[in-house]
């Protein structure tokens, strides 16, 4: 039986591979040949980690703007004869695989928790979490964005060929980027971190965070926030976490001062461990968390913080 092949659209950040999209090649591996879509001048420095994940193929090419980004992926799409795309559900992906689904006219599902390639079935979460929607998607090439980290990333070394891509130069795209402003305060990005410590409203201030981010550098991990903590400007958005910030899937989630309301959950429960710390032993996160302890924030965080240190 000959295996299909699956693209994968590998995210960069700068010169390196997103450790998130390893997972999402382990997906393209289980349902047929992984074909690594990737935007880079240089495939050589990219090479040796996608062929440790199973690229047999790894496709470079390059593009300055998320337009022609997704018309080369088209081009690529057919030149490759893929019969899925995967990607990440991120903000980049969500742009690119969206794109690309408009010019295949080809099915597209995001924020999937699990996909099978092998009859085109796809598990979302819906209504914040409420319920889970098992899609079949039908189709020439079906387009899936994975949530980063659902996935767990297996090894399975290749080795890979380069192939530079190029298609029809089209500058028809009115499109030109200005600026790039990063957002985020933390070195780890909060939708690829594998570890979260967030704080909620009893944080009280944006200095108090600060106990947080000591934490975090230790695991290593990033830190989130609640809306509730957003909302009186202790952390700025892009630390949200929930229904109206980031959806995230870490292995290991540690909330401080959460309440567990649905809505923050909404962008956590895919987390593999879940952890939460409150004064109030009756708080509603205690009945959704793996782990739970009844504390003061203030005094359990730097308990732990010092704790691993002296682990490490
Ligand atoms: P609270 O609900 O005030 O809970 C604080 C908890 O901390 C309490 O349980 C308390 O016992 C405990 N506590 C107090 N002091 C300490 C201490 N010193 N140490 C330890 N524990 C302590 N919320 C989100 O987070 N993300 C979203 O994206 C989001 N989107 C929303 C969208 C909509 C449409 C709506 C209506 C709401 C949304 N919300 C969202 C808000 C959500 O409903 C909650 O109001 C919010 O999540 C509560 O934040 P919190 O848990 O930090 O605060």
């Known amino acids: 039986m000959t295996m299909s092949n699956i693209g994968v659209l590998i995210e960069m950040d700068g010169q390196e591979i997103k450790a998130s999209n390893y997972g999402v090649l382990t997906a393209a591996c289980t349902g047929g040949n992984a074909v690594a879509l990737?935007?880079?001048?240089?495939?050589?420095?990219?090479?040796?980690?996608?062929?440790?994940?199973?690229?047999?193929?790894?496709?470079?090419?390059?593009?300055?703007?998320?337009?022609?980004?997704?018309?080369?992926?088209a081009a690529a799409v057919k030149?490759?004869?893929?019969?899925?795309?995967?990607?990440?559900?991120?903000?980049?992906g969500r742009d690119l695989l969206t794109r690309c689904?408009?010019?295949?006219?080809?099915?597209?599902?995001?924020?999937?928790?699990?996909?099978?390639l092998s009859d085109g079935t796809v598990v979302k979460s819906h209504f914040s979490g409420k319920t889970t929607a098992v899609i079949q998607?039908?189709?020439?090439?079906?387009?899936v964005g994975l949530r980063?980290?659902?996935?767990?990333?297996?090894?399975?070394?290749?080795?890979?060929?380069?192939?530079?891509?190029?298609?029809?130069?089209?500058?028809s795209d009115g499109f030109k980027i200005l600026e790039v402003k990063k957002g985020g305060t933390g070195t780890i990005d909060l939708t690829e971190a594998e570890i979260i410590i967030t704080g909620g409203r009893p944080m009280n201030s944006a200095e108090n965070f600060?106990?947080?981010h000591a934490c975090a550098e230790v695991l290593p991990g990033a830190v989130g926030a609640s809306r509730a903590a957003v909302d009186a400007g202790?952390?700025?958005?892009?630390?949200?976490?929930?229904?109206?910030g980031k959806t995230v899937s870490p292995?290991?989630?540690?909330?401080?001062?959460?309440?567990g309301s649905v809505q923050h959950f909404a962008g956590m429960k895919t987390a593999r461990i879940i952890v939460g710390i409150n004064t109030d032993k009756d708080a509603p996160i205690f009945g959704k968390c793996d782990y739970g302890i009844v504390g003061d924030l203030f005094e359990v965080v730097p308990v732990l913080t010092e704790v691993l240190k002296n682990k490490r």
């Open 38 to 73: 990737v935007f880079t001048e240089n495939g050589d420095v990219v090479k040796n980690d996608l062929e440790r994940f199973g690229a047999g193929k790894i496709v470079t090419m390059s593009a300055t703007n998320p337009v022609q980004k997704a018309k080369l992926m």
């Open 79 to 92: 030149e490759f004869n893929l019969s899925a795309v995967l990607g990440l559900s991120s903000a980049r």
């Open 101 to 116: 689904a408009c010019i295949l006219d080809a099915p597209l599902a995001l924020d999937a928790i699990q996909a099978d």
């Open 137 to 143: 998607l039908s189709g020439d090439t079906l387009l």
């Open 148 to 171: 980063p980290n659902v996935i767990e990333a297996v090894e399975n070394p290749v080795s890979a060929e380069l192939v530079p891509f190029t298609a029809e130069a089209d500058s």
């Open 210 to 212: 600060q106990i947080l």
């Open 234 to 244: 202790f952390a700025p958005h892009s630390m949200q976490v929930g229904q109206t």
């Open 251 to 259: 292995k290991l989630y540690i909330g401080c001062g959460l309440s």
